[in-house]
């Protein structure tokens, strides 16, 4: 069993800052990546950020320069730090891990429950 736990959404106003975390726990033999998702009222889902199993990220071009993704392997734990958030950062974002539980693998996608963030004008 795989759990990913979200924690850190919530309501602010523009300009403003919160770091969003999800923790991994259960049966994880390696971790490949980890990502974060967002969905918006109407709006498809969406990439918002990512980071490979070797350090390299990726970000959406509408949060380049305002969010970062790291991961703390010790804990198995990805954060998204969103700074200079505006009105349409407002969605429901996601966690997801790609990882497998065995040597053997394969390879599995999980997701985080979503935590809602809000940003006012």
């Known amino acids: 069993q795989v759990q990913l736990v979200e924690s850190g959404g919530g309501l602010v106003q523009a300009g403003g800052s919160l770091r969003l975390s999800c923790a991994a726990s259960g049966s994880i033999f390696s971790i490949n990546a980890m990502a974060w998702y967002r969905q918006g009222p109407g709006n498809q889902r969406e990439l918002v950020a990512g980071?490979?199993?070797?350090?390299?990220?990726n970000y959406a071009d509408s949060v380049k320069g305002r969010f970062t993704i790291s991961r703390d392997n010790a804990k198995n734990t990805v954060y998204l730090r969103m700074n200079r958030l505006k009105p349409e950062d407002t969605a429901v974002y996601y966690c997801k891990l790609v990882a497998r539980s065995s040597y053997l693998g394969p390879d599995a996608d999980y997701w985080g429950q979503g935590t809602q963030v809000t940003v006012s004008s």
């Open positions: 980071i490979s199993g070797g350090g390299y990220t």
